[in-house]
Each structure stands twice: as C-alpha cells, then as structure tokens.
C-alpha cells in the first residue's frame, strides 16, 4: 500500500490526513508490517505550481527521507518510491541517496520509477520537460551502473558519463529491483525493456490484459528472460459494512466477497497488488489494515 499523509492529492487524501504527522505514518507502517503487507511507498514532487495546488495540494513528502524515517520504525516491510521522478536529479545523486536508503534498512528498497508529469518542476530545476523520457531512459540505464556492486561505477551515456568517483555504501542487495511506473505506451515499453517490474496508473481491469500482452512482447522482442513483476493499484477498499458514504467506487463487504473480486487480477496475469483504503481517522484506517491481513489476504490464493 502506499502511506497515506505523505501526498494528499484530493483524488484519494482523506480529510484526517490533513493534521496528520509522523507519528500517524510511523503507527501505519507497523500496522501494514503486522498485517503481513509486502511493501510500503512514497511519492515524489519536489514543487507543486499554483495552477495544480488546488487539486495537487503542496504536500508531497521527500520519499528518501519518508521511506528511511520509516526503515527504522519497522523491520520487514520492503520501501517503494512511488514513484521517483529521478530525471529531476543527477544519476549520481539519486544513487547515493537510494544506496545508502537500502544499505541503512537492510536491502529492503524497491525504487519506483516515473517520468513526472509537472511542467514547472522541471523548468525551476532547469531539467528538459520535453525530453523527460529520454531523460529517465538515460537516468535508468546510468542506475544500474551506480547502484551495482562497484564502489568506482562507470557508465558513457550522452548527458551523464561518469567514471573514477566513487561511492560507498553500496546497496545491501547485490540487485535493487526497478519498477516502472505509469501507463503511457512510453512507459509500459520502458517497463518491458528496463525494468524488473511494471505499475499501471489507473489501468481499469479490462484494459490490463493488453498492456500485460505488450510488455511481454516486447521482452521477448529484446531477448529479455529475467524474472518481471506485473502490479496493478485496485480500487478504493472497505473491509466490512462501513455505515458511511464511501463512495461509488469502493469495493465494499465481507472479507469473503473482497477477496473473490481481487483474486480477478491473479486471473489477469498480476502478481501483486497495491491496495487503499478508505477511513475516516487513523484509527480506523488501522483497523482496516488489520482486517485486511487477518480475514482478506488468508483468501487471496484460495
């Protein structure tokens, strides 16, 4: 799941997120780690124009420092950037970041990756929004290099080379895993060709099958045999009866019926699932963490 308080775009924050703090995140993490959860994220904005704020809002926790605040309230749960927008920083800086991140929580990191969508935050941090792409293919390729095992790594591409500067520490895992994140033909076929795994951004179900098929294709285009993690975001969940408005688009009921629906992602070709919750305080967001682990997930793989 990804931790609610950190980014509240008005899409899915809740109103109790809003004077919510680090002791609220800490408290989840836990539960989300208690209830057998496989990850936690964080999402990554470094500015927020006026012209979004109003939908966007400005909140948008640093996930670097999100995720290490987290790594060492819990002891488990894996650490998602979702996603980092890494185009916005030099390769090197955002290896040295993500390094020390994973080596510090014990090789528990999974860095999620994106293009970035914010015209203006590139622009302020003079970065080429019209060749983001390109940008974070570059920023991919020039990662894999820096996050490897080599204190001096070196890479040639056009707009970052580097060689003979090193950087310790290395990663606790001799490989970080690297998920795309979006649904663009752009993403998903830098998903296929450069990364590890693929999270669609809105993807309703029907539309899964053929974005599945596609990254498929086009790892076997390159000859890419490696293992390849498929994600999908499903919708806003309630475990139980709420008694509350939740909205039309909430999966709502018995653990039973909760669990039938989101065994149809397995049945689409998913591997794993980021869910959300909806809830009117942390506590109840907590409660309904916890209902998830204990009477969801047990029916996940019947």
Not at 72 to 81: E, K, N, Q, V, Y
Request: glycine share 8%; hydrophobic share 40%; aromatic share 8%.
């Amino acid at each position: 799941m990804q931790l609610p308080v950190q980014s509240q775009s008005s899409i899915y924050a809740e109103p109790w997120e809003r004077e919510a703090g680090p002791a609220d995140l800490v408290e989840i993490a836990r539960a989300a780690e208690a209830a057998g959860f496989g990850y936690i994220a964080s999402c990554d904005h470094v500015a927020i124009p006026r012209r979004l704020a109003a939908a966007m809002s400005t909140t948008w926790y640093d996930p670097v420092a999100t995720l290490a605040y987290i790594a060492a309230a819990t002891h488990r749960i894996r650490l998602l950037s979702h996603v980092a927008v890494v185009a916005l920083r030099h390769p090197l800086v955002s290896a040295k970041q993500y390094a020390t991140l994973d080596h510090l929580s014990g090789g528990r990191l999974i860095l999620g990756v994106g293009a970035g969508h914010v015209q203006e935050e590139f622009e302020v941090l003079g970065v080429d929004f019209e060749h983001r792409g390109a940008l974070l293919d570059e920023c991919l390729d020039a990662l894999k290099a820096a996050l490897g095992p080599e204190e001096y790594p070196e890479f040639d591409g056009p707009r970052f080379p580097f060689r003979d500067l090193g950087q310790l520490p290395r990663p606790a895992q001799p490989r970080v895993p690297v998920w795309v994140g979006g649904s663009s033909p752009a993403a998903v076929r830098r998903a296929a060709v450069r990364g590890d795994g693929w999270l669609p951004q809105g993807d309703p179900r029907d539309k899964l099958p053929a974005q599945l098929d596609r990254i498929r294709r086009l790892r076997a285009e390159a000859g890419i045999d490696a293992p390849f993690e498929f994600g999908a975001i499903t919708e806003a969940l309630y475990v139980g009866e709420p008694g509350w408005d939740t909205g039309r688009r909430t999966l709502t009921g018995k653990p039973e019926r909760l669990a039938e629906s989101l065994r149809g992602y397995a049945d689409l070709g998913i591997d794993q699932i980021q869910v959300r919750f909806r809830s009117r305080d942390r506590a109840e967001l907590v409660d309904q963490i916890a209902a998830f682990g204990a009477e969801v997930a047990p029916h996940l793989n019947a």
